[in-house]
T-cell receptor, first 108, second 117 residues
Framework: SQQGEEDPQALSIQEGENATMNCSYK?????LQWYRQNSGRGLVHLIL?????REKHSGRLRVTLDTSKKSSSLLITASRAADTASYFC????????FGRGTSLIVHP | DAMVIQNPRYQVTQFGKPVTLSCSQT?????MYWYQQKSSQAPKLLFH???????NEADTPDNFQSRRPNTSFCFLDIRSPGLGDTAMYLC????????????????FGDGTRLSIL
């Protein structure tokens, strides 16, 4: 199974700013997924990017994938207090496994 | 709305007393998963079912077992819980096409927070 490792572990920004989180993985993938977890809740699937894609957008989310560096980034533009959550990445050809996530705090 | 429901949301049990957590889904997904998530840590996959085919992760403790009596329900049984089993337990589902990859988007329930005293 693959493991995503998210970086930074914690990120604190003001509302309206952009938030960027990074993910590294160890071996080859056929897709990479990003999830959000609000405190005390389950994970929510945000976006899936396939290994042959370099960039994908969904609303205020932008995900990039660099398979040569085995890395991905998640950009949240114009962040809101409601974006406060932990963000996880997971990739591979089997069941995605997750790192500790990036804990994002958006201050109103 | 189609969803994944876990019961109970909170469970307190005594050291060594068996406990069962339940998960139901209305998505008609063929894959169901159980994860353990300790405070500020990564969700850790315990096992998954692809239809009735049970798959145990190599490092899942022996006192953790699971049952899937039908497509909609899945149970996590902890035979003799220890203090280290205090955690959030997450159930998830996904839809795998025939012979397709397992890494499809997962739908999670809100978890059961288990405390062992």
């Amino acid at each position: 199974s693959q493991q995503g490792e998210e970086d930074p572990q914690a990120l604190s920004i003001q509302e309206g700013e952009n938030a960027t989180m990074n993910c590294s993985y160890k071996t080859s993938i056929n897709n990479l997924q990003w999830y959000r977890q609000n405190s005390g809740r389950g994970l929510v699937h945000l976006i899936l990017i396939r290994s042959n894609e370099r960039e994908k957008h969904s609303g205020r989310l932008r995900v990039t994938l660099d398979t040569s560096k085995k890395s991905s980034s998640l950009l949240i533009t114009a962040s809101r207090a409601a974006d406060t959550a932990s963000y996880f990445c997971g990739g591979g050809s089997y069941i995605p496994t997750f790192g500790r996530g990036t804990s994002l705090i958006v201050h109103p | 709305d189609a969803m994944v429901i876990q019961n109970p949301r909170y469970q307190v049990t005594q050291f060594g007393k068996p406990v069962t957590l339940s998960c139901s889904q209305t998505l008609n997904h063929n894959v169901m998963y159980w994860y353990q998530q300790k405070s500020s840590q990564a969700p850790k996959l315990l096992f998954h079912y692809y239809d009735k085919d049970f798959n145990n992760e190599a490092d899942t403790p022996d006192n953790f077992q699971s049952r899937r009596p039908n497509t909609s329900f899945c149970f996590l049984d902890i035979r003799s819980p220890g203090l280290g089993d205090t955690a959030m337990y997450l159930c998830a589902t996904s839809l795998r096409s025939m012979s397709g990859p397992l890494n499809q988007p997962q739908h999670f329930g809100d978890g059961t927070r288990l405390s062992i005293l």
